[in-house]
Nanobody, 124 residues
Framework: QLELVESGGGLVQAGGSLRLSCAASGRTFSFYAMGWFRQAPGKEREGVVGISVSGGTTYYADSVKDRFTISRDNAKNTVYLQMNSLKAEDTAVYYC?????????????????WGQGTQVTVSS
């Protein structure tokens, strides 16, 4: 079992920044591609960003390109999501997820482990 714990969410004004962290434990973190997903009230969970095992391959949803950056530190078993220029529409619960295998995927069904989520609220 791979346990994932997110942190770093909170309330921020539009235009501001937040950095989310997701700490992994229980299994070899470097075996897993990682992704960040979000779910706003009344909406389906959507893939935001993903990163490969080595960090060399990433994907970004169009809605967050040039504003969000995903990174990982395999020595610290942690994946990060730097969010800049936040907008009200970024408000959601953000989840990190782990996928067995090298490459990330934008679909939630591809992931094997999930964190409990952290709330991000952007006030306009």
């Amino acid at each position: 079992q791979l346990e994932l714990v997110e942190s770093g969410g909170g309330l921020v004004q539009a235009g501001g920044s937040l950095r989310l962290s997701c700490a992994a434990s229980g299994r070899t973190f470097s075996f897993y591609a990682m992704g960040w997903f979000r779910q706003a009230p009344g909406k389906e969970r959507e893939g935001v960003v993903g990163i490969s095992v080595s960090g060399g391959t990433t994907y970004y949803a169009d809605s967050v390109k040039d504003r969000f950056t995903i990174s990982r530190d395999n020595a610290k078993n942690t994946v990060y999501l730097q969010m800049n220029s936040l907008k009200a529409e970024d408000t959601a619960v953000y989840y990190c997820a782990a996928k067995n295998g090298y490459r990330p995927a934008p679909t939630s069904g591809s992931y094997d482990y999930w964190g409990q989520g952290t709330q991000v609220t952007v006030s306009s």
